[in-house]
């Protein structure tokens, strides 16, 4: 089994950065495909951004690319979201997630573990 906790989530205003981590533990996550995703407050939760287990691949929703960056370090079995130029609609409650399959994916369906979740607040 894999449990995943994420950090870093905060308040941070219009403008500002922060970077999320997730560290995997339970059994290792090289292999596996990592990804984020986000639920705003009455809102269905959607994708963010998704790496390969290499990191050499990623993928990223419309709405963050250029702004977030997302990577992992294998050997600490940590992935990462750095997330630049926030928004007031970035804010949402951040989740990692793990997909036994090696490629980034887009879809929630393709996610095996979840974490439980950190809120990222941005003000105007």
């Known amino acids: 089994q894999v449990q995943l906790v994420e950090s870093g989530g905060g308040l941070v205003q219009a403008g500002g950065s922060l970077r999320l981590s997730c560290a995997a533990t339970g059994r290792t996550v090289w292999g596996y495909a990592m990804g984020w995703f986000r639920q705003a407050p009455g809102k269905e939760r959607e994708f963010v951004a998704a790496?390969?287990?290499?990191?050499?691949?990623?993928v990223y929703a419309d709405s963050v690319k250029g702004r977030f960056t997302i990577s992992r370090d294998n050997a600490k079995n940590t992935v990462y979201l750095q997330m630049s130029s926030l928004k007031p609609e970035d804010t949402a409650v951040y989740y990692c997630a793990a997909d036994t399959g090696a490629y980034p994916a887009r879809r929630s369906q393709s996610y095996d573990y979840w974490g439980q979740g950190t809120q990222v607040t941005v003000s105007s």
């Open positions: 790496v390969s287990w290499s990191g050499g691949s990623t």
